[in-house]
């Protein structure tokens, strides 16, 4: 009884969510790595660079960002005169929390001459030091934008930054940052993995360390990931990325298995970020009944972190990313 009176519990929640965003006329909007049952009840599912892509052109006069702060702030910076809500204001990242502003802008300093980049996965504060954004979507494509003997500074994932560094050949300065989810993947045990299931392919985040890139079949964005999941002739994959992809991987590709990669310390298997399960449909729920938390962005600070989110989003579309 307990059980049927929990999934009635949530499916009231759902269809109080999809009543309070019909009477704010909302959009919801969930990254990859949400919960599945927010993936399911969203407007629009992606990527960073498919949510400040959808940000940009939704006519919504209220946003609900499924994800973590820092992208809340990136859906605020592109649509100023657009209210954004986010159901935990709590929803941080480590990645973006391994690069304040103060220091970063030390850095900076420290190496005149330079064209920074910086990860979308940062706070409004770096964004608005920065020359132009990039995501793990189009990371290498605006690098390689830029001339050959172009100095960059890129921050804040050193993980991301070697690699790109590795198949463009350029010898970018690097922060010294990194995501702790992709952090944590085992190479040992996807080694195991790799040996229990020989025909599965290896799907890799390009924010995991080195070692593990190593043992991927294929390296990419979740985007990335989840299209090459589709269109692949395999039926196994050994995926190395936060386990929320695994509910699209699955909904896409019912007749395929997808086998998380675990971490270093894990116990069940799978890698989840904490920052990103701190959203639910409660949080959800409330958020649109109360308005709040509502993302405020100063608008000075964001009118230089929207310059280089514009950037990236016009090299994007030039280069057809």
């Not at 919801?28 to 919960?35: D, K």
Request: hydrophobic residues 40%; proline residues 5%; aromatic residues 4%.
């Amino acid at each position: 009884m307990e059980v049927d009176n929990m999934k009635q519990s949530d499916e009231q929640l759902r269809q109080e969510i999809l009543r309070l965003k019909k009477e704010r006329n909302a959009v919801i909007m969930a990254h990859y790595y949400q919960q599945g049952e927010i993936q399911d009840l969203a407007d629009y599912i992606g990527d960073s660079l498919a949510l400040a892509r959808i940000a940009e052109t939704v006519k919504e006069p209220v946003i609900v960002l499924c994800g973590v702060h820092f992208m809340g702030e990136t859906a605020k910076i592109l649509c100023p005169e657009k209210t954004v809500l986010v159901p935990d204001v709590n929803a941080g990242c480590s990645l973006a929390d391994s690069c304040e502003a103060t220091a970063f802008k030390r850095f900076i300093d420290e190496h005149p001459g330079h064209t920074v980049i910086s990860y979308v996965n940062t706070t409004a504060a770096v964004k608005a030091l920065t020359d132009v954004v990039v995501t793990s979507g189009n990371a290498r494509q605006i690098v390689e934008s830029f001339p050959a003997d172009e100095k960059i500074i890129f921050g804040p994932d050193r993980n991301l930054g070697a690699y790109i560094n590795s198949i463009t050949g350029r010898e970018m300065v690097l922060w010294d940052g990194a995501c702790h989810v992709h952090e944590q993947f085992s190479t040992e045990k996807i080694a195991e993995l790799m040996k229990q299931y020989p025909e599965a392919e290896v799907l890799v985040h390009p924010e995991c360390k080195g070692p593990v890139r190593l043992l991927a079949d294929v390296i990419g964005s979740t985007a990335v990931l989840l299209k090459h999941a589709v269109e692949s002739p395999c039926r196994q994959f050994i995926v190395a990325t936060e386990s929320g992809i695994l509910h699209q991987m699955k909904k896409s590709c019912p007749d395929k298995e997808f086998i998380p990669a675990p971490a270093v310390d894990s116990t069940c298997g799978c890698n989840d970020c904490n920052f990103m399960k701190l959203n639910t449909l409660e949080k959800l729920r409330n958020c649109l009944r109360d308005m709040s938390p509502a993302i405020e962005v100063s608008p000075e600070l964001a009118e230089r972190a929207r310059r280089p989110i514009e950037r990236m989003l016009e090299i994007s579309r030039r280069l057809s990313i």
